[in-house]
Each structure stands twice: as structure tokens, then as C-alpha cells.
């Protein structure tokens, strides 16, 4: 009947706290400041962060990046839209832009060596979703992000995008091959 | 003079138009999930890859309306009723200034409308998120503002009621610790549609034209302190609620009222944080600030949530022992009442909510493990544990509670009713275990096609993705048929159920007074304080609820686990710095 009753004792705040509720609260108090470590130390440890790397730009500033990227790398072109794919030297800054409904160019890396892969998006919000490794990123038009990728398996991998971008977002796709 | 009347089954004390604003605002609530819960049917069985119901248009107008329809309109006028109970029926006080408690009702019912037109004329299949510069149409957000101003002035509603009641002295000592709890969800909310008016204004004239630009990072980061301390309103009332249920059907005493209160404390210092669990991944973010944001602080607010997970079970247990259920751990739960929805219901939203949406919400919210599991469909696996199996289901055990309290009726099919926590939360738990597992196969949430037709390129999910979706649907629609016998009771109970007060009509039902007869403008006797303990239980070395510990021990070793786990799977995706 006190739940929703008022307290029984009047100075309810100086009744001492029962044995079992304090063990627990130690406990779980311990439990969260491990969680709580575990974020500092996997970023000084773990070899799995995203940067805090990001510039602010504009569609048409990005866009011309990519282009420039695209006529020093360009190998070959996919599909029937002539799709550029790109062979950037391992160490160098690939740009790589989603549009409505597009990731565009095409990326071909090598296996075990690092890269500076930027990402901008050129209308809205789009969810870089890089599949079957599952890495998921948010990516914010007017924002230029930059993670430092070291893909470690080879294959062919599909960025799907996972933020709902419009009425065609389900068919939007891109490649990355890892040679 | 204010009238009041007693319930002779309760005796709780209504004050008569509190009554009928809490009449009012639980059958909006109801007629929400009823849209929403039918949207959700459509969504599921679109989702469900062997069906694939809706076409893509139609799936994303569908979604949004969802989103918006079960997660803001059902939870929150349900709130509002919930804040009028807490605040004018347990502190046995007038409800302060009731009309203008029902002009925020009618703000939120023209918000809901309005909001509801803008998605169905197509042009507003935005998510309820509404990331910009994805636009939608004026009246879109138009709606979410005067909803959430209604919201606001309910909440200024239950302070004056609460300034009311201390003036008038109508209780004893302090208040119950599930005003309290009403209370720490109120001061959240208010901080919260303070967020949502800053970004959803702009947004609004952004809309019309009388600005030009929106930042996009900004939008997101302010739109998630609205986003994400809404959902710490609903913690904080359903844990209320909880300890409201435990109250009445065992007489359970919170062990500590300083212990419970302390963690109420906590939501609220901390609400304000985390919202950064939904920016983990976002571009121009500082990690010490998502760290630092992500984690409440330091999981201070995950801290209060595991002492309410101690405390609400611990209590109804020493309440059980006390009644003699001491064999073993766990007869007390054993000889619960298992075959009441008003029990089974609590309990299984206290489980849910702790093993399957607590769990998976800090993991998932942990910086760098973030990077697996955004906006895949891991994200609605873990919130339909939270707000479905916990909030929803929640409110579903109260409202058996209060059909013949409030509302003066018999509950209509008893039978079903008692199945009726089962079904939903268990078919709502499928849903959620699915989810999260065919997401950390990647699959995306907010998405019509997952075989990508159309697409030259082609991809496919594994197999057991597809699978994992399937099993899902099957439990969604287990869920809708939960959901639809709760509409079934509630509503043929209103209509059609015995009546336990002559004057208990059709119109009663949906907010019009009882006959006069029934109210009297004495003033209810001052509300006295909880008896005393007849044995000092608190303080000395035993443990008074030996079971819910082992509970609370499984529910830590499970956590350990799967949050190892987790980094495990990420130490195994390419590194990235
Ligand atoms: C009645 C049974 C329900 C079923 C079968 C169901 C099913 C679903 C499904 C399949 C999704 C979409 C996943 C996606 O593609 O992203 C979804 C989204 C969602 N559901 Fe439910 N749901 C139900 C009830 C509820 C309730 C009661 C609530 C809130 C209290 C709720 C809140 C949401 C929200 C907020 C979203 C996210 C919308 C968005 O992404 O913008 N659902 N639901
Ligand atoms: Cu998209
Ligand atoms: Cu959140």
C-alpha cells in the first residue's frame, strides 16, 4: 500500500538503506565505470574508430574533389551508367560521395594498405553501410568526414545505404573490390 | 466547490474533472494504437520478405505515420493521463486549472490531426526523425509543435496541481514515490519539448520559406535531445507505473524510498545526456563529447535503471515473503499472479525492458560498437523492446487496473485478457530478438527491399537474414493479434462492459462525468502517510529478497557477456581510425 502512499517515516532520507540494495548498487556501479573505461581504452588499444576527422564543404567543392580523383585513377567503368571505378594509390585521399541514389565513383584498394577515405553527401542524409564486413557510418550533407580505412580481407564488398533517403533509397548501392 | 467522488472498490479519490481529462486522454491514447498498431501490421508484413505487402511509396508514408502515431501520440496521451492520476488522483487534490488542461488536449488532438494529414497527402514520408533538408509539408511539423505544446501545458497542469495539493494540504509528509516518479517524468518532458521547439521551429519556417538554410549536423544533434530524452519521459513513468502495480496488487513498500528516489534523481540530472548514442557514427562530433554524452556521464543513468530493476521486483517480493511465500528463492514468484494481466503484463514490461531493450540499448549506444549496428534494423529490434514490450505494454497492465477504477466497468473477456500480456509481449519479443539478430547481419531498418531489385549492381543479405525476417514477421503478427485483444477488452469494456455505477453510460465512458449523485463536495480526508513497518526489516545484514538478487545477477552476467561479445564481433571489421 506505499508506493503511492507517502513515505512512513517522515525523515524518509535518513532510514538506512538495506544491505542488498547497497551490494547491488556497488556492484553495478563498478560494472559502469568499466563500461564506461572500455570507450577511452579501445580508442588507444582497439584498432576500430571512427575519427574525429571532418570539414565543413559544399556539394560543388566535394564534387570537384572526386572528379579530380576520377581523372588521375579512373581503371575502368561498371553497369550500363558507365560507372567509374577508381584504383587510388594505397596511402592516398579517395573521395567518395553518395547522392540520390548513388554511391559514386566505384573503389578498388588493396588488401592490408591504408587509405584516407572521405565521404560527403551531396543532397541528404545517407548511411554509408559497407556489407557483408558491416560497417555503418552516418553521412551528413555539407559535411566532408574522413575515416582511415585498412580493408584486411579481400572480396567485393556493397556499401548499401541505410539512412532512408527518398522514395528509391532501397535500390541505392555501391562497390568496393579489395584485391 | 470541487467535487470529488471515492471508488468503493479502491477508495481512491477522483476529482470530477481530472476524472474525465483522464478519461479523455487514455481513449485518445488508445484510438493512436489503434492507427499505429495497424500501420505497424503493414509495415511488419512489408518487412517480411516471403510477403512484401506494400509498395515502396506507400511503405514509407506507412512508416512514418507509424513512428510518429505509436511513439509520440499513443505513449504521450496516455502520459497525460497518467501525470493527471499521479498528480490530482493520488495526492487527493483538485486537478489545478482544468481548463486549460483541455486546451492542451485539444491542441494535441488538432497536432495529431494535422500532423497526420500532412503524411497521408503524400508529400511527408519523412520518418519521424525528419532529417533535413529532406522536406516535408508545413502542416507536418505544424502538428508535432501544438502536440507538443499540449503536452506542455499538461505538464504545467501537474506542477500546479502538485503547488495545489501542498497548499492545501492534502497529503501527509512527501509525496508517493509514484508521484515522484511522475514527477521526474514531467520535469524530463519539459526539458524536452524545450529541444523539440528549438529545432522544430525553425524547422516549421524553414519549411514555409522564412529561412533559408538549416545545418544539417545541428539538426540532427538538437532534434536528438528531443529525440532521445522523450524516451527517458517514458522510462521514468513506466518504472512508476511498475511500482504503482507492485503497490496495489502486493502492498509492496519500495525497499528504500531513498534508494528509489536517489535513481529517479539521477534520470534527472542525466537526462539531458545521451543523445549522443544516436550521433555515434555522425561526421564533425568530438569522441570526448560522444564518450563522455553517450555514457550519461558514466552510465549513471543505466546505474538507476539497474536499481530500479532491483528494487521494483525486490519489493514485491519481501511483500510476498512477508505473506508467507518463503520457500526456496523463488516461490514468491512462483505463486505470483500469474493469470492477471495486470501482473503478468508489469512483469513481463520489467523483463523485457531490462533483458532485451536495457541490455541491447547500452551496447549498442557504446561509442565504438556503434560502428556494427547503426541504423541497421538492430535499431527498431532494441527499441521495440524498450518502448513496445516495456512502455506500451506497461500501459496496457495499468489500463486493466483502471477500466473499473476510472472508468466504473467490469473488464469484458476475462479469458482473453489473461493471455492478452503473453501474446503481445512475447510476440513483440520476437520481433525484437529477430531484428537485432538479422541486424548484425547488416540488414537496414527503414527499408522496403532488402533483395535491392532494380538495382544493376546486386547484392544479397546471407540466407539466414531473410530468415531471421521471416521469424520476425511471425512475431509481429502475433503482436498486432496482442495488441488487438487489449483494443477488444478495452474498448467492449467501455461499451459494453457490466456497469459498476448505475450512471456509468456510453458517454461516461469516453470522458462526460458520472451523475451528480456520485460526486460530493466534501473534501477526501488528508491522505496519511504509509503505515509503519510492523518489523524493522531495513538496515541489518540480511537480504531481504534473496531471489531478486539472483535475478539481478542473471540479468548482470547476461549483460557482461553480450557486451564482450559485441567487441569481439567489432575487433573483427577492417580497422579504421
Ligand atoms: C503492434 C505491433 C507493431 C509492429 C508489428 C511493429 C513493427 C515495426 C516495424 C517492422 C518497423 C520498421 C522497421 C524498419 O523498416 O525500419 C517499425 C518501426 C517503428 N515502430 Fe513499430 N511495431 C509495432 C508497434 C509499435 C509500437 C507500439 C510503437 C511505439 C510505442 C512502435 C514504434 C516504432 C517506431 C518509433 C518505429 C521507427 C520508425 C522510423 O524508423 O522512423 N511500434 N515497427
Ligand atoms: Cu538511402
Ligand atoms: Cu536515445
Redesign the interface.
Known amino acids: 500500500?506505499?508506493?503511492?502512499?507517502?513515505?512512513?517515516?517522515?525523515i524518509?532520507?535518513k532510514?538506512?538503506?538495506?544491505?542488498?540494495?547497497i551490494?547491488?548498487?556497488l556492484?553495478?556501479?563498478v560494472?559502469?565505470?568499466i563500461?564506461?573505461f572500455?570507450?577511452?581504452y579501445?580508442?588507444v588499444y582497439?584498432?576500430?574508430?571512427?575519427?574525429?576527422e571532418?570539414y565543413?564543404t559544399t556539394p560543388a567543392k566535394y564534387q570537384a574533389k572526386v572528379q579530380a580523383m576520377i581523372d588521375k585513377y579512373k581503371v575502368r567503368e561498371?553497369?550500363?551508367?558507365k560507372i567509374p571505378v577508381v584504383a587510388p594509390p594505397a596511402g592516398s585521399d579517395v573521395y567518395l560521395l553518395a547522392r540520390l541514389w548513388q554511391w559514386y565513383p566505384m573503389l578498388e584498394l588493396e588488401k592490408d594498405k591504408s587509405y584516407r577515405l572521405h565521404i560527403s553527401s551531396m543532397?541528404?542524409?545517407h548511411?554509408f553501410?559497407?556489407?557483408?564486413?558491416?560497417?555503418?557510418?552516418?553521412?551528413?550533407?555539407?559535411?566532408?568526414?574522413v575515416?582511415?580505412?585498412?580493408?584486411?580481407?579481400s572480396g567485393e564488398y556493397?556499401i548499401?545505404?541505410?539512412?532512408?533517403?527518398?522514395?528509391?533509397?532501397?535500390?541505392?548501392?555501391?562497390?568496393i573490390w579489395v584485391k | 466547490m470541487s467535487q470529488f467522488r471515492q471508488c468503493p472498490d479502491t477508495g481512491l479519490f477522483f476529482h470530477k474533472p481530472a476524472e474525465s481529462l483522464m478519461k479523455a486522454n487514455a481513449v485518445a491514447g488508445a484510438v493512436c494504437l489503434l492507427i499505429g498498431g495497424i500501420l505497424g501490421l503493414l509495415v511488419i508484413l512489408t518487412r517480411w520478405p516471403a510477403v512484401h505487402l506494400l509498395p515502396?511509396?506507400a511503405f514509407?508514408m506507412v512508416l512514418t505515420a507509424h513512428g510518429i502515431t505509436c511513439l509520440i501520440f499513443w505513449i504521450i496521451f496516455f502520459e497525460m493521463a497518467i501525470l493527471y492520476f499521479a498528480g490530482s488522483t493520488?495526492l487527493r487534490s483538485r486537478l489545478a486549472t482544468p481548463r486549460w488542461a483541455w486546451a492542451g488536449f485539444v491542441l494535441m488532438i488538432v497536432g495529431v490531426i494535422s500532423t497526420l494529414t500532412a503524411i497521408f497527402q503524400g508529400g511527408s514520408?519523412v520518418?519521424m526523425t525528419s532529417?533535413v533538408?529532406?522536406p516535408a509539408a508545413p502542416h507536418f511539423y505544424l502538428g508535432l509543435i501544438l502536440f507538443a505544446v499540449g503536452a506542455l501545458i499538461g505538464c504545467f497542469v501537474f506542477l500546479g496541481t502538485l503547488v495545489v495539493a501542498k497548499n492545501e494540504k492534502t497529503?501527509?509528509?512527501?509525496?508517493?514515490?509514484?508521484?515522484f516518479g511522475a514527477l521526474t517524468a514531467c520535469i524530463i518532458a519539459i526539458f524536452t519539448i524545450a529541444s523539440g521547439a528549438e529545432i522544430l521551429i525553425p524547422t516549421f519556417l524553414w519549411s514555409v520559406g522564412y529561412i533559408s538554410h538549416i545545418?544539417?549536423?545541428m539538426y540532427?544533434v538538437i532534434w536528438w535531445a528531443l529525440g532521445h530524452s522523450s524516451q527517458q519521459i517514458n522510462v521514468s513513468a513506466h518504472v512508476a507505473v511498475w511500482?504503482?502495480i507492485?503497490?496495489?496488487l502486493f502492498?509492496?513498500?519500495?525497499?528504500?524510498?531513498?534508494?528509489s528516489?536517489a535513481a529517479y534523481l539521477l534520470y534527472i540530472l542525466f537526462l539531458q545526456l545521451a543523445s549522443a548514442h544516436h550521433?555515434?557514427?555522425?561526421?564533425?562530433i568530438?569522441?570526448d563529447w560522444k564518450?563522455f554524452n553517450?555514457?550519461y556521464a558514466?552510465?549513471?543513468a543505466?546505474?538507476a535503471s539497474?536499481?530500479h530493476g532491483?528494487?521494483v521486483p525486490?519489493?514485491i517480493e519481501v511483500a510476498q515473503r512477508n505473506k508467507g511465500l518463503t520457500n526456496g528463492m523463488f516461490e514468491w514468484l512462483r505463486k505470483a499472479p500469474w493469470g492477471n494481466p495486470v501482473f503478468s503484463g508489469m512483469f513481463i514490461s520489467l523483463i523485457g525492458f531490462g533483458f532485451l531493450g536495457g541490455i541491447s540499448g547500452?551496447v549498442m549506444g557504446?561509442?565504438?560498437i556503434?560502428?556494427?549496428?547503426?541504423?541497421?534494423i538492430y535499431v527498431p529490434g532494441h527499441f521495440h523492446a524498450t518502448v513496445v514490450v516495456g512502455t506500451t505494454l506497461a500501459w496496457m497492465a495499468l489500463t486493466y487496473l483502471l477500466i473499473p477504477v476510472l472508468f466504473r466497468r467490469k473488464m469484458i473477456l476475462p479469458g482473453l485478457a489473461k493471455w492478452q500480456p503473453y501474446l503481445f509481449g512475447g510476440g513483440m519479443s520476437i520481433v525484437a530478438i529477430f531484428h537485432m539478430a538479422a541486424g548484425?547481419?547488416?540488414v537496414?531498418?527503414?527499408?522496403?527491399?532488402?533483395g535491392?531489385?532494380?538495382?544493376?549492381?546486386g547484392?544479397e543479405?546471407?540466407g539466414t537474414a531473410y530468415l531471421l525476417m521471416g521469424i520476425a514477421g511471425v512475431g509481429g503478427v502475433i503482436a498486432v493479434i496482442g495488441g488487438a485483444a487489449y483494443l477488444l477488452i478495452t474498448v467492449g469494456s467501455l461499451l459494453f462492459g457490466e456497469k459498476l455505477d448505475a450512471s456509468a453510460g456510453i458517454l461516461q465512458s469516453f470522458g462526460v462525468p458520472l451523475a451528480d449523485s456520485v460526486y460530493s463536495t466534501e473534501k477526501p480526508e488528508r491522505?496519511?502517510?504509509?503505515?509503519?513497518?510492523a518489523v524493522e526489516?531495513?538496515?541489518?545484514?540480511?537480504?531481504?529478497?534473496?531471489g531478486t538478487?539472483v535475478l539481478?545477477m542473471v540479468l548482470?552476467v547476461s549483460?557482461?557477456v553480450y557486451?564482450f561479445i559485441n567487441?569481439k564481433y567489432?575487433?573483427e571489421?577492417?580497422?579504421?581510425?
Open positions: 500500500m506505499t508506493s503511492f502512499m507517502p513515505p512512513a517515516q517522515r524518509w532520507w532510514v538506512p538503506v538495506g544491505r542488498q540494495e551490494v547491488w548498487i556492484i553495478a556501479l560494472w559502469c565505470l563500461m564506461f572500455m570507450m577511452p579501445w580508442h582497439g584498432k576500430q574508430n571512427i575519427s574525429n571532418a565543413q561498371e553497369t550500363a551508367q543532397d541528404w542524409n548511411g553501410s559497407l556489407q557483408p564486413v558491416n560497417i555503418n557510418m552516418q553521412i551528413v550533407p555539407g559535411y566532408e568526414m575515416v582511415t580505412v585498412t580493408p584486411d580481407k556493397t548499401v545505404c541505410n539512412e532512408y533517403c527518398g522514395i528509391m533509397h532501397h535500390t541505392m548501392l555501391g562497390k | 515502396a511509396d514509407y493520488l514520408s520518418m532529417y533538408p529532406m497529503y501527509e509528509g512527501s509525496i508517493p514515490l509514484v508521484t545545418d544539417a549536423a540532427r511500482y504503482l507492485a503497490g496495489v502492498g509492496a513498500r519500495p525497499m528504500s524510498e531513498k534508494v528516489r550521433l555515434l557514427t555522425d561526421p564533425g568530438s569522441s564518450i553517450t555514457s558514466m552510465y549513471l543505466v546505474l539497474m536499481i532491483l528494487t525486490g519489493a547500452v557504446t561509442e565504438q556503434s560502428i556494427i549496428i547503426h541504423n541497421t548484425t547481419l547488416g537496414a531498418r527503414r527499408h522496403w527491399d532488402m535491392f531489385a532494380g538495382n544493376p549492381l547484392f543479405y546471407p491522505l496519511p502517510m504509509a503505515p509503519a513497518e526489516g531495513h538496515g541489518d545484514s540480511g537480504f531481504e529478497a534473496p538478487f539481478a548482470l549483460f557482461v557486451y567487441w567489432l575487433s571489421v577492417w580497422p579504421l581510425s
